[in-house]
């Protein structure tokens, strides 16, 4: 290899180094101002002047909101990853299995809700929202399914368990014990496992 073609290769390296930073520049602009002011008030303005970029670079690197989002989410996910519901499948015992799902659950709730509640605020009014929320809910369908696994009730006992294991392991159920009564997590835990149990001993009237 020539020195010239050293050379090329060297600033195209270089180059590609300074965009990727500038990407994960705007990337993370973006995850402060969905966590602070919510994702409806963030603006691409917004997310340039906090970069410290232009308006086209923030363009140049994400054509849309919705490739923003996907960023933003991928980003912010690596950083507080979720407990791996997988996991929970190793407890055969239901019960504990929920017990434990629920722990792990609120308390990464806990740290995560300033950020959840600002995107699940606002989710309904930004469209470029909507992929993420889609993946939200298919997460919440697994993890219910792996809570629901074992369990001894079968037809419509088993339908409101279903019902109530989902409601149980949500972020809104969690915001509203913990976030809007007050309740330390463990009460809270304590309070959801007993509704499901008693989902399945329900009779309707």
């Given amino acids: 290899m020539t020195t010239e073609s050293k050379t090329r290769t060297y600033r195209k390296r270089a180059r590609a180094e300074h965009e990727e930073r500038t990407r994960q520049r705007i990337t993370e602009a973006a995850v402060k101002l969905h966590g602070s002011v919510g994702p409806a008030r963030t603006t691409i303005s917004g997310i340039a002047e906090e970069a410290g970029v232009q308006r086209a670079t923030v363009y140049r690197h994400f054509p849309d909101e919705e490739a923003i989002f996907q960023a933003c989410t991928a980003h912010w996910a690596s950083l507080n990853p979720p407990p791996d519901h997988t996991a929970w499948a190793d407890i055969r015992d239901p019960s504990e299995r929920l017990r434990a799902a629920l722990t792990e659950v609120y308390d990464w709730y806990g740290?995560?809700?300033?950020?959840?509640?600002?995107?699940?605020?606002?989710?309904?009014?930004?469209?470029?929202?909507?992929?993420?929320?889609?993946?939200?809910?298919?997460l919440g369908v697994a993890r219910r399914d792996v809570l629901l696994k074992g369990r001894p009730e079968r037809g419509s006992a088993r339908q409101r368990v279903a019902a109530a294991i989902a409601h149980a392991i949500?972020?809104?159920?969690?915001?509203?014990?913990?976030?809007?009564?007050?309740?330390?997590?463990?009460?809270?835990?304590?309070?959801?496992?007993?509704?499901?149990e008693s989902a399945g001993r329900a009779r309707p009237r």
Avoid: C, H, K, N
């Fill in 111 to 138: 740290w995560a809700e300033p950020m959840l509640s600002r995107t699940t605020r606002d989710a309904p009014v930004v469209p470029a929202m909507q992929p993420t929320v889609a993946l939200i809910a298919q």
């Fill in 170 to 196: 949500s972020f809104p159920a969690y915001r509203s014990l913990v976030v809007e009564q007050g309740l330390p997590e463990a009460e809270a835990v304590a309070l959801m496992t007993a509704m499901v």
